[in-house]
């Protein structure tokens, strides 16, 4: 038998790091105690040295009798040079040797020793060396000498660190893809001394849009056809500086594109088409349609063919109107269509064709959001900033009282002592001293210590109604940024704002560390399933979300006892919590009937523990979910309320438990996204699969005016039968392809779903009888964001 669930405490208020992106350490004598009323901390070798300035009978900054620091001068503002350096200098006494010299987590053993410089007597030596600073602005510099084994003379200076190189200027610029309405601008990469943080774009004048360091293009929309536009870019450097002459060029735009054959009409959404087309009877009898080239379905006459109040029409006749829908496509994508109607003696009676592009999907956040985040987190790590607040809740978050703003959105605090000292952390860890950013990270963690939720409002200041039933809090999830330097920031934005800046980390050459703040005596599920056993861990076993006390009636915002002995279960208890405070939500926000009830939340955890199990491969048929997975809730409308009750509850019945493929099927719940249905095309299968003599016959067979739904998905790598059992098939009405096409494609793109990446399908009953909204989410290292929110008309 499994132990019983045991509560374990924790003593103090403690905060969790959690690596996500590993670092080469730098091997440093052991700190020694902290000043108890130190601000900024000294680097690590000397630690316990109070920094010049902060203590009038200081006299850490003189020089010893073993070693003298002569360049920089004490309080002297030093640039740095072309190659982002500065050079630091002094003299050494003949019977020693210089250790280090470090700024941050920057060392550098590298010396180069020489004569003495004049009017020094013999006895001493001249050092050099250069090292690139960690950051900008006020730094510490440690100087240590070895005069006798173990014994150190050291000398602690602060100074000032600054760049006034601006970046090279943009070179290159060219625009291309250019349509009656778009146009794409890239660029050659500028360089820069001490490291770029984007560029600037203007079109026509109008205000700059900033790109990160990675992102050397920038799409232009909503342009009227055949006018004259000019295209400006400059670079900024982490500094601030900015080139010195835009690269600009100008461009016309195309004429509008013609009509389409007038034989065929084609209505475009976001994830398919419906093409339209008048029948001929006295020719056609059977369709072949083709998509890039590539047959798509061969089908009767009458299979799609309607009379002018959308019924099915009997006879057909050429007053009627073929509606046929092209399913399962990527947004944003062109695509050729063709039809062929075929005689009854097998020949091409006619054809007709058109092109056409789906409509592009908004991401879940704006790409010029990702953009400013990702390259103004930079920037605030490299100006010494302690902490940057997006823009979105910068009217939510309090600034701590003595902060100094860098730029906007950027601050130092004033006390950022016990933050520094563990930034960026060596390994998972946790520590429980306070500061003022300590502090902050307290106040915009939820009160119960839980995981960052995201709320149907886009913050917590959201002018929105939300009724009193529910409120999911305040929606901030803090991020550790570093730079390669070492130096880091800590960004506080939106779940979904920061899990977009995180994931899009690594193009800028930054490093981050999720956050989880624990609040006094709570006990916290743990983020990437391992951190739990720094934590006094007890070997108490927990088999999975059925064992943990808690069911739909907690208020996740608030609850305070997440079972942090057993952390391997956080992100599964993030997607539970996640589910559950959506469905609470948009239950108030859009009246819906909806309501749980203790077999669904049982059921519910079970198929959230089976699905992760599904999703890593696990060996057994239980298992917590992994960090950084997408899920996706179907619903009886899609997630912009357009109708697809009958392909919702498709889904649901594809999944019943009591089926007899149930096991065999309980895979269905992890697909992996497939691009354009890549996996079933390569193993030798056409779109309309289901309508081949290899299927023939099935619930399909025979409908008319209606689509044949499938599950799993066209776009997973269980297409078909790719995964075994052939897949679940179910006619279900014409309008409900397009819909359906809308919230797979819009899932797909909002929640960042990779090709071949797997994900998650949580099919809930009682949600899609009710006639609710789908909705995605992905689950981070410390919370869950809502990245396919329900957007009702």
């Not at 930054?510 to 624990?518: D, E, G, R, S």
């Not at 919230?743 to 071949?756: A, E, H, L, W």
Request: charge should be negative; glycine fraction near 8%.
């Amino acid at each position: 038998m499994r132990k019983r669930f045991i509560r374990s405490r924790l003593r103090g208020k403690a905060i969790l790091l959690s690596i996500a992106v590993p670092l080469a350490l730098v091997n440093l004598p052991a700190a020694e105690a902290q000043a108890a009323d130190q601000v900024r901390l000294p680097p690590a070798a000397c630690a316990g040295m109070t920094a010049p300035g902060d203590d009038g009978n200081s006299v850490d900054d003189e020089n010893h009798a073993a070693i003298r620091l002569d360049l920089p001068a004490p309080d002297e503002e030093v640039a740095v040079d072309e190659e982002g350096k500065i050079d630091l200098s002094g003299v050494l006494h003949k019977q020693a040797s210089m250790v280090d010299v470090s700024m941050g987590r920057v060392v550098t053993t590298d010396f180069t020793i020489g004569p003495p410089p004049e009017g020094v007597a013999g006895w001493a030596s001249s050092w050099e060396t250069r090292l690139r600073p960690p950051q900008l602005g006020e730094n510490l510099v440690c100087t240590r000498a070895e005069r006798e084994p173990k014994r150190f003379a050291r000398i602690l200076r602060s100074f000032t660190i600054v760049d006034r190189i601006a970046p090279s200027n943009v070179t290159g610029l060219t625009v291309g893809d250019i349509t009656h309405n778009a146009a794409t601008a890239s660029w050659a990469a500028a360089t820069d001394n001490y490291g770029l943080a984007g560029y600037d774009v203007s079109v026509d004048g109008g205000p700059a849009v900033r790109t990160n360091s990675a992102t050397r293009s920038y799409t232009m929309t909503g342009l009227p056809p055949e006018t004259e536009h000019t295209v400006s870019v400059v670079a900024v450097d982490l500094a601030g500086n900015r080139s010195a002459t835009p690269a600009t060029a100008t461009f016309r735009t195309a004429a509008t594109p013609p009509d389409p054959d007038p034989e065929l009409t084609l209505d475009v959404e976001d994830g398919g088409a419906t093409a339209t087309w008048q029948p001929d009877p006295n020719g056609d009898v059977t369709y072949r349609t083709f998509l890039n080239g590539e047959l798509l379905s061969e089908f009767p006459m009458k299979q799609y063919c309607l009379d002018d109040e959308g019924n099915p029409a009997d006879p057909c006749t050429a007053e009627s109107v073929i509606t046929y829908p092209i399913e399962s496509l990527e947004s944003a994508t062109a695509y050729s269509f063709r039809v062929e109607a075929i005689q009854e003696d097998g020949t091409k009676w006619r054809d007709f064709s058109g092109d056409f592009t789906t409509k592009t999907v908004e991401p879940a956040v704006p790409d010029a959001v990702t953009q400013q985040i990702t390259s103004e987190s930079s920037q605030c790590v490299a100006q010494g900033g302690d902490f940057y607040i997006a823009q979105s809740v910068r009217a939510d978050v309090t600034v701590p009282e003595g902060s100094t703003e860098v730029f906007p959105g950027c601050y130092t605090a004033a006390n950022a002592s016990c933050v520094d000292e563990h930034m960026p952390p060596d390994e998972d860890e946790k520590f429980d001293c306070t500061d003022d950013v300590t502090k902050l990270l307290r106040d915009v963690s939820s009160p119960g210590g839980g995981p960052a939720l995201s709320s149907l409002s886009s913050s917590s200041g959201s002018t929105d109604e939300v009724t009193p039933m529910f409120n999911p809090g305040n929606p901030v999830q803090p991020v550790v940024w570093c730079l390669e330097s070492r130096a880091c920031t800590l960004l506080l934005a939106p779940p979904v704002e920061a899990a977009a800046g995180a994931a899009a980390s690594t193009v800028v050459a930054a490093v981050i560390y999720w956050v989880v703040v624990l609040a006094a005596a709570i006990v916290v599920g743990v983020l990437l399933g391992a951190l739990w056993s720094i934590i006094d861990a007890s070997p108490i076993a927990i088999g999975g979300l059925l064992e943990y006390p808690i069911d739909y009636t907690t208020d996740f915002d608030t609850y305070d006892d997440w079972g942090l002995e057993e952390g391997q279960w956080y992100q599964s208890l993030a997607a539970y919590a996640q589910l559950i405070t959506t469905t609470k939500e948009a239950t108030d926000e859009y009246d819906l009937p909806f309501a749980w009830t203790t077999a669904e939340d049982s059921y519910i955890r079970r198929t959230i523990d089976e699905a992760c199990a599904a999703q890593k491969n696990a060996s057994s048929s239980i298992a917590p979910c992994d960090d950084d997975v997408a899920f996706y809730v179907p619903g009886g409308k899609n997630y912009r309320f357009r109708d697809m009750q009958e392909t919702g509850d498709h889904i649901v019945e594809a999944m019943d438990y009591q089926q007899p493929q149930a096991p065999q099927r309980i895979q269905w719940l992890a697909p992996g996204r497939s691009q354009g249905g890549q996996a079933a095309r390569n193993a030798g299968y056409s779109r309309g699969w289901f309508d081949t003599a290899q299927f023939q016959p099935n619930a399909c067979t025979g409908r008319v005016a209606k689509v044949c739904d499938e599950f799993p998905f066209w776009t997973t790598d269980q297409a078909v039968n790719l995964s075994g059992p052939t897949a679940s098939m179910k006619p279900v009405p014409l309008a409900e392809a397009g819909p359906q096409g809308t919230d797979i494609s819009g899932f797909y793109r909002k929640c960042d779903v990779q090709d071949t990446e797997k994900f998650i399908v949580l099919p809930l009953k009682s949600w899609v009888q009710a006639g609710a909204p789908s909705f995605g989410f992905r689950v981070n290292g410390s919370g869950a964001n809502l990245c396919m929110k329900p957007e009702q008309p």
